[in-house]
């Protein structure tokens, strides 16, 4: 069983779309999160959440939301697409905050 | 905020040699130190992590080293394989657990 699951694997659209992503995970962790990882590879905080409280990174466009329908989800919406918002995005999770995170396989987002 | 800074970018050694990554830190109130592997197409997976209170941690051919005074840590890699080919993450986390510092990532090839 795969401990942190997203899909799709690969998400190919157009300028101005709106899209989403899900994630799953199976480990029974409180807190999920959003991960955004460049051409050059640097891995960027998007949002960590858990039952109580949603930390958002102050430079995501609010274009950028999360849904949590229950604590094993944490979807990722995206409005209104742009160019530089091509890159591979990543769900996670942990027990505590920012302790021991499990990555999913990603999910490339390619917007032409 | 914290700054981890991750040195080299890039590293080659032959297979059976040692490899070496270095990461500094800025925020001496940090107290966590992971370390991640991804390999390509794979989200990144954490193969040690180190608390404050310990100087030096190993598994098997892996080890990191933790210098507070200096705030800089190390991966060690010893009789590395070609399957230890990789990008390598380091990271920190500070006390109050809501932040999560990424250093910028080691490209490691290991030649057969």
């Known amino acids: 069983d795969t401990a942190v699951s997203q899909t799709p694997k690969y998400l190919v659209t157009q300028m101005g779309n709106d899209k989403s992503i899900k994630c799953e995970q199976n480990?029974?962790?409180?807190?999920m999160y959003w991960y955004k990882q460049d051409s050059k590879k640097f891995l960027k905080i998007m949002f960590s959440?858990?039952?109580?409280?949603?930390?958002i990174n102050e430079t995501v466009p609010n274009r950028f939301s999360p849904k949590s329908p229950d604590k094993a989800h944490l979807n990722l919406h995206i409005n209104s697409l742009e160019l530089g918002d091509s890159a591979v995005y990543f769900c996670a999770s942990s027990p505590d905050y920012y302790e021991k995170l499990f990555f999913g396989s990603g999910t490339q987002l390619s917007v032409l | 905020g914290e700054n981890v800074e991750q040195h080299p970018s890039t590293l080659s050694v032959q297979e059976g040699d040692s490899a070496v990554i270095k990461c500094t830190y800025s925020d001496s109130a940090s107290n966590y130190f992971p370390w991640y592997k991804q390999e390509l197409g794979k989200g990144p997976q954490l193969i040690i992590d180190?608390?404050?209170?310990?100087g030096e941690k190993k598994d098997q051919r892996i080890a990191v080293t933790l210098n507070k005074t200096a705030k800089h840590f190390s991966l060690h890699i010893t009789e590395t394989q070609p399957e230890d080919s990789a990008v390598y993450f380091c990271?920190?986390?500070?006390?109050?657990?809501?932040?999560?510092?990424f250093g910028t990532g080691t490209s490691l090839t290991v030649i057969p």
């Open positions: 180190i608390r404050s209170n310990v």
């Open positions: 480990l029974g962790h409180d807190t």
């Open positions: 959440y858990n039952n109580k409280e949603l930390i």
């Open positions: 990271a920190a986390s500070g006390n109050t657990g809501n932040q999560f510092y």
